[in-house]
């Protein structure tokens, strides 16, 4: 039985789980005006989750052998437990997309720079939008507001009200 966006529960969180994903790793995308109003909410209870938790990061010590066999201590910085439980959350509501090689960068170059990176869309979330919501919030004293729909008027072919959505 079909649902809202004229879809059955499935299908809807599939398009809900790939335009947040998009949204998230373009900044902007053109969609249908009812499908933006869905995504709207969604997305901005992700961005909420990422700007509550993202500096909970805890140091941990960790012995590792060196090339020669002797125990070296080194620091770590992991995520901290409601970090990771957001993180988790994240990844469960999101599709991972991969990080895509420039035309002018080298295979060399794009192996170094995404090396450390697993999950791209989540690790841009939490170092890239989080900090940077987070500040927003903290000057204008109020959170959320991470989204804007503008409409752009009726698709040619079947008359849909067309809009887009963007990360302010």
């Given at each position: 039985?079909?649902?809202?966006?004229?879809?059955p529960?499935?299908?809807?969180?599939?398009?809900?789980?790939?335009?947040?994903s998009q949204l998230?790793?373009?900044?902007?995308?053109?969609?249908?005006?009812?499908?933006?109003?869905?995504?709207?909410p969604?997305v901005?209870k992700l961005i909420?989750?990422?700007?509550?938790?993202?500096?909970?990061?805890?140091?941990?010590?960790?012995?590792?052998?060196d090339?020669?066999?002797?125990?070296?201590?080194?620091?770590?910085?992991?995520d901290?437990?409601?970090?990771?439980?957001a993180?988790?959350a994240?990844?469960a509501k999101?599709?991972?997309?991969?990080?895509?090689?420039?035309?002018?960068?080298?295979?060399?170059?794009f192996?170094?720079r995404?090396k450390?990176?697993?999950?791209?869309?989540?690790?841009?979330?939490?170092?890239e939008?989080a900090?940077?919501y987070a500040?927003?919030?903290?000057e204008l004293k109020?959170?959320?507001?991470y989204?804007?729909?503008?409409?752009?008027?009726?698709?040619?072919?079947?008359?849909?009200?067309t809009?887009?959505?963007?990360?302010?």
């Amino acid at each position: 039985m079909p649902g809202k966006l004229g879809r059955p529960a499935k299908e809807r969180v599939a398009l809900l789980r790939n335009q947040a994903s998009q949204l998230i790793w373009y900044g902007r995308i053109e969609t249908t005006l009812a499908k933006a109003k869905e995504l709207q909410p969604y997305v901005e209870k992700l961005i909420t989750k990422a700007v509550n938790t993202f500096d909970d990061n805890v140091e941990v010590e960790v012995v590792k052998q060196d090339a020669k066999g002797k125990d070296v201590t080194v620091k770590v910085v992991k995520d901290g437990a409601k970090k990771l439980a957001a993180r988790r959350a994240i990844m469960a509501k999101t599709y991972d997309l991969q990080e895509v090689k420039a035309f002018t960068e080298s295979k060399s170059a794009f192996k170094a720079r995404t090396k450390d990176v697993k999950h791209p869309l989540v690790e841009k979330l939490f170092n890239e939008l989080a900090p940077k919501y987070a500040q927003r919030a903290e000057e204008l004293k109020q959170g959320g507001g991470y989204t804007r729909i503008y409409q752009l008027g009726e698709r040619r072919g079947d008359a849909a009200a067309t809009a887009i959505i963007e990360l302010v």
